[in-house]
């Protein structure tokens, strides 16, 4: 067992690098607002990407197949919305102290980054492929063996967050309104520019399940995972 937690950790570590727009907004909350708002917008982002990891593991087909038929929809609605919201960001201000510490606000940090993760189905696609190519021999047949890959996919993953978080939060005393302007509008800028290239990129989106290209290689090389097409849904 502990061999198949280090697999999920592992797995974890790679697919939840925070890249793009999701690592930008959570960076964003950081320095804005403290590091329990980073942590709790990593964890939105955690929680969604265990939840494709378990449609994987757990080979819950007709979900992935709804996902892989409606993928364009899917991202044509989370391009739109990372338009919205990175424009949003941009034109945003300082909020005061004692407005931003509240249980809404929190949930709304959480909610943000949960919602932009599930957006990208791309994500259940690495998952997918890292199942398929290890085999139930290597991952475990039963439920138990499933839950403890994934739960070591979801510790992978925040681990990734502990460290964007921690090393944020040390800027976060330091910044003055005029520097959280800048931070805005240039955090707000790389979101609405994924948001764009999340809408272009959707013509050209591949109908065959497989990783992105990092992911790829960076199975190739820590998993040893010839990256390859799965099967078409």
Same mark, same amino acid.
């Not at 697919?15 to 980073?38: D, E, K, Q, S, V």
């Not at 993953?157 to 509008?185: M, T, Y």
């Given at each position: 067992?502990?061999?198949?937690?280090?697999?999920?950790? =592992?797995?974890?570590?790679?697919?939840?690098?925070?890249?793009?727009?999701?690592?930008?907004?959570? #960076?964003?909350?950081?320095?804005?607002?403290?590091?329990?708002?980073?942590?709790?917008?990593?964890?939105?982002?955690?929680?969604?990407?265990?939840?494709?990891?378990?449609?994987?593991?757990?080979?819950?087909?007709?979900?992935?197949?709804?996902?892989?038929? *409606?993928? *364009?929809?899917?991202?044509?609605?989370?391009?739109? #919305?990372?338009?919205?919201?990175?424009?949003?960001?941009?034109?945003?201000?300082?909020?005061?102290?004692?407005?931003?510490?509240?249980? +809404?606000?929190?949930? +709304?940090?959480?909610?943000?980054?949960?919602?932009?993760?599930?957006?990208?189905?791309?994500?259940?696609?690495?998952?997918?492929?890292?199942?398929?190519?290890?085999?139930?021999?290597?991952?475990? *047949?039963?439920? =138990?063996?499933?839950?403890?890959?994934?739960?070591?996919?979801?510790?992978?993953?925040?681990?990734?967050?502990?460290?964007?978080?921690?090393?944020?939060?040390?800027?976060?005393?330091?910044?003055?309104?005029?520097?959280?302007?800048?931070?805005?509008?240039?955090?707000?800028?790389?979101?609405?520019?994924?948001g764009i290239v999340f809408i272009i990129s959707?013509?050209?989106?591949? +109908?065959?399940?497989?990783?992105?290209?990092?992911?790829?290689?960076?199975?190739? =090389?820590?998993?040893?995972? +010839?990256?390859?097409?799965?099967?078409?849904?």
């Amino acid at each position: 067992m502990p061999h198949i937690f280090l697999k999920g950790i =592992i797995i974890g570590l790679i697919t939840g690098m925070p890249l793009g727009p999701i690592g930008a907004i959570c #960076l964003r909350t950081t320095l804005t607002n403290g590091a329990l708002f980073g942590f709790v917008a990593g964890l939105g982002s955690c929680i969604a990407d265990s939840i494709y990891a378990s449609i994987a593991a757990l080979g819950l087909t007709f979900i992935a197949r709804f996902l892989a038929r *409606h993928q *364009h929809y899917i991202r044509l609605f989370g391009g739109i #919305l990372l338009l919205i919201f990175g424009i949003h960001v941009i034109l945003s201000k300082q909020e005061n102290k004692q407005e931003i510490s509240n249980s +809404k606000t929190l949930a +709304k940090a959480f909610l943000t980054t949960f919602m932009f993760a599930l957006a990208n189905p791309a994500t259940i696609f690495s998952f997918l492929f890292v199942f398929a190519s290890y085999g139930s021999k290597n991952i475990g *047949h039963g439920v =138990i063996a499933r839950a403890i890959l994934i739960i070591g996919v979801f510790c992978g993953s925040f681990c990734w967050w502990v460290i964007l978080v921690l090393v944020a939060d040390r800027f976060h005393n330091h910044l003055n309104p005029k520097k959280i302007s800048v931070i805005n509008k240039v955090i707000g800028s790389i979101i609405v520019f994924s948001g764009i290239v999340f809408i272009i990129s959707i013509g050209n989106y591949k +109908k065959y399940i497989r990783p992105s290209y990092l992911h790829s290689k960076l199975f190739e =090389i820590i998993l040893h995972l +010839k990256p390859r097409h799965i099967h078409k849904l």
